[in-house]
């Protein structure tokens, strides 16, 4: 058993020479929410930023998101490809975004906001995690939409047959890392945000986040077709799992140090 693909078009809609896609409007609406949502929580629990520096803080996440993730893709996905079309690394309407170099760049980012403002850097990146599954959750759905980022042939009887993918029954890959990294990450982090001994330990937020947003995705890539200009390192690991790897380690180490921070 399997579903065939729905036949849904990447593009919302077309007025002359622009057009709106769904991948453009997730992150829109994703950075949309988490500032509104954001300055509920500054007002609710206190937090001393302004609406002010929450409009900067807005900019610094938003720039950090576009530069870091189109770098990174770059970088790390490109295969040689873009050092021969220079032209083509500013060109974001042909697709290429990395989630980790959009998080590199985003901690990049509020790096230079925390100095700017003299907050302390982790209580802003507790802040900032708090909301990042909900643009997770919505671009792993415009990934979907996009019949893109297919997982492996597969016979479960929930698979797709993506066009881009062969017609084979896949894993709908991108559903279960909306599910793990957006739903469930969501939900953990907001319920520890809760207890007042989280908000007062700064990054204990921002290490669980990233402990779990890089477990997860270590675990879904075995079920997420390896990127075809990529394919398998050494060892049969994926390049997203090689990425992930340094991003659980850090993760580990402030937790680590949240907590050994409390015991002194």
Same mark, same amino acid.
């Given at each position: 058993m399997y579903f065939d693909f729905p036949d849904i078009s990447p593009v919302i809609f077309t007025i002359g020479s622009f057009s709106l896609r769904w991948y453009a409007l997730a992150y829109l609406v994703g950075i949309l929410s988490?500032?509104?949502?954001?300055?509920?929580?500054?007002?609710m629990y206190k937090l001393g930023i302004s609406n002010e520096q929450l409009d900067d803080l807005v900019f610094y996440v938003t720039l950090g998101i576009i530069l870091g993730?189109?770098?990174?893709y770059v970088c790390c996905y490109g295969n040689g490809y873009f050092w021969h079309n220079p032209q083509e690394i500013l060109a974001l309407w042909h697709g290429g975004m990395s989630f980790h170099g959009g998080l590199v760049g985003v901690i990049a980012g509020l790096y230079c906001f925390a100095r700017k403002y003299k907050f302390p850097f982790l209580k802003i990146t507790d802040i900032v995690a708090l909301y990042v599954p909900i643009g997770i959750f919505l671009g792993r759905l415009a990934n979907f939409v996009n019949g893109e980022l297919w997982g492996r042939v597969t016979t479960v009887p929930w698979a797709v047959k993506f066009p881009e993918g062969g017609y084979l029954p896949r894993h709908p890959s991108q559903l279960y890392e909306a599910l793990s990294e957006g739903v469930l990450m969501f939900i953990?982090?907001?319920?520890l945000w809760k207890k007042a001994y989280v908000r007062a330990h700064y990054g204990i937020i921002s290490s669980v986040f990233l402990i779990i947003y890089a477990t997860s995705r270590i675990c879904m890539e075995f079920f997420r077709e390896p990127d075809q200009?990529? *394919?398998? !390192? /050494?060892?049969?690991?994926?390049? *997203?799992? !090689? /990425?992930?790897l340094p991003f659980l380690l850090l993760g580990l180490y402030i937790l680590h140090h949240a907590v050994q921070k409390e015991r002194d």
């Open positions: 988490a500032w509104l949502l954001t300055k509920r929580n500054i007002k993730g189109r770098l990174g953990i982090l907001n319920c200009q990529i *394919g398998f !390192l /050494l060892g049969g690991i994926t390049m *997203g799992q !090689l /990425l992930s």
